[in-house]
């Protein structure tokens, strides 16, 4: 799907610009083929240098989760990669929850439902490691839950080797904390006291894998 769209036609199809790149962040295009709504995030537009490395490792990256998750609900398709500089991903309708709790509530089926997604993803031993970034999850117009955004994500065989499989538990935990602090920013009612403690509670062993798994996100992070 998408056959046709090439790096270099991609500015003259009938595609909408929603964010222009700058020096480090892909540009993103909205297109279609017939009822088929998909996004493009295209690396192809940045410096040469940049392009060519963090570019084509953060699109292989990326792409790497998204087949691995391929068929799990909750989770956008990946149609292509173009040139690995550019992904071609299902758009959901509906909208991120960036600044949500503002404007609605969300209901506590739409974090049981969410955590339930987290557990699928984490059963295929992968973790997100970028969900306490509220526009990573989606509201979509059926009022299900979506995860987007998988650059970051951490694979459980890359951490397989102490001390990094305690770090990788620190993801898994994290992916966790952050469907908590949703919640505490919408419906901090539902909460439970349990929750709330677990995401408040930090050991001493645990800041030294915080402070470690910090640095090696950021050092992800400041690329994608």
């Known amino acids: 799907m998408f056959e046709f769209l090439t790096l270099q036609n991609l500015p003259e199809t009938q595609s909408l610009l929603v964010r222009p790149p700058t020096n ?25 240098l940049y392009r060519n490395t963090a570019g084509r490792f953060l699109v292989w990256r990326e792409a790497k989760a998204y087949r691995h998750l391929q068929g799990l609900d909750g989770i956008p398709e990946l149609f292509r990669v173009i040139d690995g500089l550019a992904l071609v991903i299902e758009e959901i309708p509906g909208r991120n929850l960036e600044n ?36 990573n999850v989606l509201l979509g117009a059926d009022g299900r839950p979506y995860i987007i955004d998988w650059g970051a994500a ?32 919408h419906i901090p009612e539902a909460v439970t006291s349990a929750e709330k403690a677990r995401y408040a509670y930090r050991s001493p062993a645990e800041c030294l894998v915080r402070a470690v798994r910090d640095l090696l996100r950021r050092l992800l992070q400041k690329v994608v």
Do not use: W
């Open 24 to 48: 480090t962040r892909p540009a993103v295009r909205r297109v279609q083929s017939g009822k088929v709504q998909a996004v493009v995030k295209d690396f192809s537009r940045l410096g040469f």
């Open 100 to 135: 949500a709790y503002k404007d609605f509530t969300l209901p506590i089926s739409f974090f049981n439902e969410l955590e339930k997604l987290v557990n699928r993803v984490h059963e295929r031993r992968l973790a997100h490691c970028d969900l306490k970034k509220e526009a």
């Open 154 to 185: 951490i694979f459980e065989r890359e951490f397989r080797f102490y001390p990094f499989n305690i770090i990788f538990q620190r993801f898994l935990k994290d992916d966790h904390m952050a469907v908590v602090k949703l919640k505490l920013a």
